[in-house]
């Protein structure tokens, strides 16, 4: 009979069992083999407030990479990349970050959330460094920012919000908002740190040394505090053959591809745009923290209509964002017009990372989120890979961002239509979404 841990010490059902990291259990029958402790830490007062802020400091830096836009124009100008280069360094980054997640989870349920994310951030401060020292070659650049950095993103996101949720199973919803909130909004302090030191004289690769040591320092100094509360066991993994050849979960790929697509495409290129559009620096980077403001507060906003409008959450979040995008286009000359739909775009954008989450534990039950959900947020790497570096060519083939616009109009209102007429044929019945 395992042993059970002192976190739970007045319940003797298996409902304390079912709390502990959630994400990543597979099946109700724990697995006959011995319990392994992974990163386990003493109850003490405050542990796991520590956790928390831990968490919420690891994510707002690794959130930083929204505000990529701030260095493209140096990096086109001073450094000669085309357009296309710059979307590529930001999308591989995306991709990369989101393909890490899945091996990074599974060593995470050997060893502990520490030394996972300690890994993770010492990868992410070497990759930026390697980005300074690169001398503008797109190569090193790619390595060190898009695959290094990349692959550290990956490592930290996952165990910053396993260790997050596992520490509060009461307030699991609340807590995994703050985290992906924080994430959404970390670009907001690197988007005015970028541009202070650029406007200051700083070249491009010198600040992203700056970033690499500072930021790196900051995520290995919170991943120490990372832990779990409780003896974790390892699960026995259902058989998944053939149970995702459904057209709802086609429905969710198109629909997390589509708005993350139009998404990072716009939040890559929002600086050159403003710019392009005759509007000034501050306003540039004043886009750029709005669109992490609204990106943000959409996660959490999302979330709320997600539990009040079942599955219309998807398609109509889609909308939302086509028509965003749509003011984006209309506004490009004005700057308050401009500001105000940076953060519309934003707040549509951050709905992808809670809404299709909704669905999943609604179609699925919650307890196959974690294996469901990691599969449907591949699509993100994707878009990641496909969204800014389409737009960039397409800036390098026209000379301007006019078909860029209308690609990230079309996009998400062709998927909003897919989505709604696919969601609708495979109800079964009323649905309602877990929260």
Request: aromatic content about 10%; charged content about 10%.
């Amino acid at each position: 009979m395992p042993t059970r841990s002192a976190i739970f010490p007045q319940d003797d059902s298996t409902e304390a069992e079912n709390r502990i990291l959630p994400w990543f259990r597979h099946d109700a029958e724990a697995s006959p083999a011995p319990r392994r402790a992974v990163a386990t830490a003493s109850v003490r007062p405050g542990t796991r407030y520590a956790v928390l802020a831990a968490v919420v400091l690891i994510q707002g830096c690794l959130g930083g990479i929204y505000a990529w836009s701030t260095f493209v124009p140096a990096l086109h100008d001073t450094w000669g990349l085309g357009m296309a280069q710059t979307q590529l360094l930001f999308g591989g980054l995306i991709g990369v970050f989101t393909l890490a997640m899945i091996p990074a989870g599974r060593l995470l349920r050997r060893v502990g959330p520490k030394p996972v994310a300690v890994s993770g951030g010492i990868l992410f401060a070497v990759g930026f460094l390697l980005a300074a020292a690169s001398g503008g070659r797109f190569g090193l650049l790619f390595a060190g920012i898009s695959l290094l950095a990349g692959t550290g993103t990956g490592c930290c996101y996952v165990c910053a919000l396993t260790s997050g949720a596992a520490w509060f199973p009461e307030r699991k919803g609340l807590v995994t908002g703050l985290a992906v909130a924080g994430f959404g909004g970390g670009a907001v302090v690197l988007a005015f740190l970028g541009q202070w030191l650029l406007a200051w004289g700083m070249d491009v690769l010198r600040v992203f040394g700056v970033i690499g040591a500072a930021y790196g320092l900051v995520i290995v100094g919170a991943a120490m505090l990372l832990s779990l509360p409780a003896v974790t066991a390892p699960f026995r993994k259902r058989s998944t053959d053939g149970q995702y050849r459904d057209r709802f979960f086609g429905g969710l790929l198109v629909g997390m591809f589509a708005g993350t697509f139009a998404g990072l495409a716009l939040i890559g290129n929002l600086k050159p745009l403003a710019l392009d559009s005759g509007l000034g620096e501050g306003v540039a980077t004043g886009a750029i923290a709005l669109f992490s403001l609204g990106n943000a507060a959409g996660r959490v906003a999302w979330g709320w209509l997600a539990d009040h409008l079942g599955r219309r959450a998807g398609w109509l979040s889609l909308a939302f964002l086509a028509m965003a995008t749509a003011g984006l286009a209309v506004g490009r000359g004005q700057g308050t017009v401009f500001l105000g739909a940076s953060a519309l775009v934003g707040f549509g954008f951050g709905a992808c990372f809670v809404v299709y989450a909704a669905l999943v534990a609604g179609h699925y039950g919650v307890e196959r989120l974690g294996e469901v959900y990691p599969l449907v947020f591949l699509a993100y790497g994707l878009s990641g890979i496909a969204g800014p570096a389409t737009a960039g060519w397409l800036l390098d083939a026209t000379g301007g961002y006019g078909l860029a616009l209308i690609l990230c109009l079309a996009v998400p209102i062709t998927a909003a239509l897919l989505l709604r007429r696919l969601l609708k044929e495979t109800a079964p019945g009323k649905q309602t979404i877990a929260p």
